[in-house]
């Protein structure tokens, strides 16, 4: 589903080049959970934003659903969930949910169907009508997954969406997240600072290091598709995390 | 360079659509003229005419310049047509004004800040006079001042006193309240004294917002004088200067009074904006 | 001992203390000064009066707190005037103001209509539609922004008055002529104003629409121009002042014979200060009731804005 070859990317700052990718390779199959994880600058997020199209690579291909990256996002092929909800204060939850779907061409009795099938989905049900400001931070990022899904692209990205939430309730939506990707099947990608977090979710960690920004580890998860929380305390999960950590320190994340 | 090029394009357009609509706006008399001699007009000639009248609706950009010219280098500095006297007389009465305004601003808004009922009682009419029409008063005041039998600077310097006084107070006590709870618990923790808690904390948060409302005084300052300039009778000042271009028709004595004011008006903030960048550099303060 | 207090015996004490200071103020300066003491002591009681208030803070001590010093320095004027025989046409105390406003009342709707709604309102109309026509067109360079508002700051700081004469000339003595000074004067201020509004959408926010594949226009029409609002309508309250200024000093350099500025000027000729206080009087009531209205506009427009929600 998405393919990348090769792929580099270096920006010129005012300090001179940036390596962000370097010459990365990687194939996400359907219905995949795969986590980005490394340290600042590993270009994880670089990488997201370049399958989303929101980036250019400097050298190498980017394919998404067989299209370029940039057709794909023109084909709204993707979802995409930023670290802020960026929902606009000025319209309601539906309202804001309804916002790509109006872009997007949608008539008006199709927007309101979807609107009620995914604030079901992320269990915001009877929210529609408030604003995002009055709504805590957890629920205001179920909104924005919620947005993401509206419009039934196959594949959902995910930068670090969890990143601004306490422990709490980022457990809660990391169940909630596991429990939509069974019910529908979507392609997954996710960024993340938290080993644990990756561990939880995916079915494929690829660990990142900086300088220049590449892949160390590419780490296929054994644990089974039903997940419950307290799968994080058995030996399997905990060696997995281990790994991780070992491809970390491999990549110098540590240093 | 990068900076520049924008602004200059956009300055080399607008004279030449000056010239253009310098053309345009004086034809009427040029054709005129030529009908009543009875000669025909070529365009070169139209050209020609439009930007040399003596009193045209739209003088060109380089008639301007050159009653600029005369009005600053032409004169004696102490003759009645030199601009540089009349901007003199302008100068002096907005800076003794916007002296005055925006001390006092500046010590009401002290005392704004630290005393409850003063804040209460004041504020609200100081908020709500920034929507009052204050120049409106201009006129009155010089008269009521001239038939006391002052006259010259003090009434103009009044006007412009009221003028700046409003912007400063506000933007001070706007600045003077900038300190958050965290820095205000900080000192009460230390113990300070709320004379060391305006030196140090209030007045320097409060520099940024005083500058810039320093800004906004001068020019409405010299916007105070210049008014305070027209009422019948003047004869010194911009002011003075605009009103009679326009009572004698004399187009290009408008405009280069006007360019004398904006010159005026652009010198005293960049000024400011001198002084303010020199101290917040040396405060740390500079972005 | 003072901690075990109440609030109300605080509150008592406090305006007790002030008492005492207030009337040993005033015994001494009835010593100095005999004609002054009944100013001072009507200063001192709104003053007590304000101290006492300001140690509740209740919304309606808070209205009630600059009311009644403004109550206090109308009272001071008043006395001052018959005290010490000022003469009407230097201060006309404010009860002469109060019966010229309603003796005057057509006379002064009618300037109202010439200056106020001709004038002002139309120039500021026109003035706003065309900076945010601008604003909008120069969005898309990014070259025209870096050369226009250097400009416009610089032009939103001269003498914009100064023009009234060049436009009486063009465009005559009647109120087309305040209107455009009008324009001009509102116009780079909004202007700036608007081109602020329309850059201020975040990365983030502009990513995330760009993943949607939306349109320039799209984008314009549902992220940035509603962002923008709380920019213009900054610009256009700082604006409705200046509208105002405008429309009246513009009248100052030739009018018919109507308008607020032209009845100023020429009730001033005529030392009928009276009849200028009652016009001051309703260029400061219009200048109130239009940022009121605009500032309501805002509010129902910019629900979601912080500022608006506290």
């Known amino acids: 589903?998405?393919?990348?070859?090769?792929?580099?990317?270096?920006?010129?700052?005012?300090?001179?080049?940036?390596?962000?990718?370097?010459?990365?390779?990687?194939?996400?199959?359907?219905?995949?959970?795969?986590?980005?994880?490394?340290?600042?600058?590993?270009?994880?997020?670089?990488?997201?934003?370049?399958?989303?199209?929101?980036?250019?690579?400097?050298?190498?291909?980017?394919?998404?659903?067989?299209?370029?990256?940039?057709?794909?996002?023109?084909?709204?092929?993707?979802?995409?969930?930023?670290?802020?909800?960026?929902?606009?204060?000025?319209?309601?939850?539906?309202?804001?949910?309804?916002?790509?779907?109006?872009?997007?061409?949608?008539?008006?009795?199709?927007?309101?169907?979807?609107?009620?099938?995914?604030?079901?989905?992320?269990?915001?049900?009877?929210?529609?009508?408030?604003?995002?400001?009055?709504?805590?931070?957890?629920?205001?990022?179920?909104?924005?997954?919620?947005?993401?899904?509206?419009?039934?692209?196959?594949?959902?990205?995910?930068?670090?969406?969890?990143?601004?939430?306490?422990?709490?309730?980022?457990?809660?939506?990391?169940?909630?997240?596991?429990?939509?990707?069974?019910?529908?099947?979507?392609?997954?990608?996710?960024?993340?600072?938290?080993?644990?977090?990756?561990?939880?979710?995916?079915?494929?960690?690829?660990?990142?290091?900086?300088?220049?920004?590449?892949?160390?580890r590419v780490i296929d998860s054994p644990l089974p598709r039903d997940r419950p929380l307290e799968i994080r305390d058995t030996p399997e999960f905990i060696r997995i995390a281990q790994e991780v950590r070992e491809g970390l320190r491999e990549g110098h994340s540590y240093d | 360079m990068k900076r520049a090029l924008p602004v200059l394009t956009v300055i080399t357009a607008i004279i030449l659509a000056w010239y253009a609509a310098a053309v345009v706006l004086n034809a009427p008399w040029a054709r005129d003229q030529a009908n009543r001699s009875g000669t025909t007009l070529t365009l070169p000639a139209l050209l020609r005419d439009t930007m040399t009248q003596e009193r045209p609706v739209l003088p060109a950009p380089h008639q301007v310049a050159k009653g600029l010219w005369d009005g600053v280098a032409g004169q004696k500095i102490t003759s009645k047509r030199s601009l540089v006297w009349h901007g003199w007389i302008t100068l002096s009465a907005t800076l003794a004004g916007f002296a005055v305004g925006s001390l006092a601003g500046i010590l009401l808004a002290v005392g704004i800040v630290h005393s409850r009922v003063i804040d209460l009682s004041v504020m609200p009419w100081a908020i709500a006079s920034q929507t009052v029409p204050i120049l409106a008063i201009a006129p009155m005041v010089i008269v009521v001042f001239a038939s006391a039998g002052i006259t010259g600077l003090v009434p103009k310097a009044m006007i412009s006193a009221w003028l700046s006084f409003f912007p400063v107070l506000v933007g001070m006590v706007k600045g003077l309240r900038t300190p958050d709870a965290m820095q205000m618990d900080l000192m009460r923790s230390w113990n300070a004294s709320q004379a060391q808690v305006f030196w140090r904390l209030?007045?320097?948060?409060?520099?940024?917002?005083?500058?810039?409302?320093?800004?906004?005084?001068?020019?409405?300052?010299?916007?105070?004088?210049?008014?305070?300039?027209?009422?019948?009778?003047?004869?010194?000042?911009?002011?003075?200067?605009?009103?009679s271009g326009s009572y004698y028709g004399q187009t290009v004595q408008i405009w280069a009074a006007l360019f004398a004011a904006a010159a005026l008006a652009a010198g005293l903030i960049a000024i400011i904006g001198a002084i303010e960048r020199v101290t917040l550099r040396r405060m740390g303060l500079a972005r | 001992m003072t901690h075990i207090w109440g609030e109300p015996t605080k509150r008592m004490l406090g305006t007790l203390k002030f008492?005492?200071?207030?009337?040993?103020?005033?015994?001494?300066?009835?010593?100095?000064?005999?004609?002054?003491?009944?100013?001072?002591?009507?200063?001192?009681?709104?003053?007590?009066?304000?101290?006492?208030?300001?140690?509740?803070?209740?919304?309606?001590?808070?209205?009630?707190?600059?009311?009644?010093?403004?109550?206090?320095?109308?009272?001071?004027?008043?006395?001052?005037?018959?005290?010490?025989?000022?003469?009407?046409?230097?201060?006309?105390?404010?009860?002469?103001?109060?019966?010229?406003?309603?003796?005057?009342?057509?006379?002064?709707?009618?300037?109202?209509?010439?200056?106020?709604?001709?004038?002002?309102?139309?120039?500021?109309?026109?003035?706003?539609?065309?900076?945010?026509?601008?604003?909008?067109?120069?969005?898309?360079?990014?070259?025209?922004?870096?050369?226009?508002?250097?400009?416009?700051?610089?032009?939103?700081?001269?003498?914009?008055?100064?023009?009234?004469?060049?436009?009486?000339?063009?465009?005559?003595?009647?109120?087309?002529?305040?209107?455009?000074?009008?324009?001009?004067?509102?116009?780079?201020?909004?202007?700036?104003?608007?081109?602020?509004?329309?850059?201020?959408?975040?990365?983030?926010?502009?990513?995330?629409?760009?993943?949607?594949?939306?349109?320039?226009?799209?984008?314009?029409?549902?992220?940035?121009?509603?962002?923008?609002?709380?920019?213009?309508?900054n610009g256009l309250k700082i604006t409705t002042t200046l509208a105002l200024i405008g429309a009246i000093v513009a009248e100052f350099f030739g009018s018919p014979t109507r308008g607020m500025g032209f009845r100023i000027s020429t009730a001033v000729g005529q030392l009928n200060m009276a009849l200028v206080w009652a016009e001051i009087l309703v260029a400061a009531l219009a200048g109130t009731v239009f940022y009121g209205i605009v500032a309501l506009v805002e509010k129902r427009v910019t629900f979601w804005h912080p500022s608006q929600r506290q």
Not at chain 1, 144 to 157: E, V, Y
Request: proline share 7%; glycine share 10%; with cysteine.
């Open chain 1, 1 to 216: 589903m998405i393919a990348a070859e090769g792929v580099s990317l270096t920006f010129q700052t005012a300090d001179g080049p940036v390596h962000a990718l370097k010459d990365v390779d990687l194939t996400i199959g359907k219905g995949e959970f795969v986590s980005f994880i490394g340290p600042s600058g590993c270009g994880k997020t670089t990488f997201l934003r370049t399958i989303a199209a929101l980036e250019t690579p400097s050298a190498g291909q980017i394919s998404v659903n067989g299209m370029g990256a940039d057709d794909a996002r023109r084909a709204r092929a993707y979802g995409y969930v930023f670290q802020a909800p960026g929902l606009y204060p000025w319209r309601t939850i539906s309202g804001n949910i309804s916002l790509p779907l109006e872009i997007m061409g949608f008539p008006r009795a199709d927007r309101v169907e979807r609107i009620a099938r995914v604030l079901d989905l992320v269990e915001l049900s009877g929210f529609g009508g408030k604003f995002p400001w009055q709504l805590s931070g957890g629920m205001q990022q179920r909104a924005s997954i919620a947005r993401a899904l509206a419009f039934d692209a196959d594949i959902l990205l995910m930068d670090e969406p969890f990143g601004a939430l306490d422990e709490i309730v980022r457990d809660r939506l990391n169940e909630a997240l596991l429990e939509l990707w069974r019910k529908t099947g979507k392609t997954i990608g996710f960024v993340t600072h938290s080993i644990p977090e990756a561990v939880y979710l995916s079915t494929r960690i690829v660990v990142m290091s900086p300088r220049p920004g590449r892949i160390t």
């Open chain 2, 202 to 243: 209030r007045l320097p948060s409060a520099l940024p917002y005083l500058f810039a409302s320093l800004k906004v005084a001068v020019a409405a300052a010299l916007v105070g004088t210049i008014v305070g300039e027209l009422p019948a009778g003047a004869t010194a000042g911009l002011g003075a200067r605009l009103l």
């Open chain 3, 19 to 233: 008492l005492a200071w207030a009337v040993g103020a005033l015994v001494a300066a009835a010593l100095v000064a005999p004609s002054l003491a009944p100013l001072i002591l009507v200063w001192l009681a709104g003053w007590t009066v304000n101290v006492w208030l300001a140690h509740y803070g209740n919304p309606i001590t808070r209205t009630a707190i600059p009311l009644i010093f403004g109550a206090t320095l109308l009272a001071l004027w008043e006395m001052a005037c018959r005290i010490f025989a000022i003469p009407a046409v230097i201060l006309p105390p404010p009860s002469r103001i109060w019966s010229a406003f309603i003796g005057n009342l057509p006379l002064l709707w009618g300037d109202f209509v010439q200056t106020i709604l001709k004038g002002a309102l139309s120039g500021w109309l026109i003035g706003a539609a065309l900076a945010v026509a601008v604003a909008i067109v120069i969005d898309r360079s990014p070259f025209l922004q870096r050369g226009l508002l250097p400009i416009g700051n610089f032009v939103a700081a001269l003498p914009i008055v100064g023009i009234a004469p060049i436009l009486v000339m063009w465009f005559g003595f009647d109120w087309q002529s305040k209107a455009a000074v009008v324009v001009v004067m509102v116009f780079f201020p909004i202007l700036v104003n608007m081109v602020a509004g329309l850059k201020a959408t975040d990365a983030l926010a502009r990513d995330q629409i760009a993943t949607w594949g939306a349109r320039y226009s799209q984008a314009l029409v549902k992220l940035r121009l509603p962002a923008a609002m709380p920019f213009l309508f």
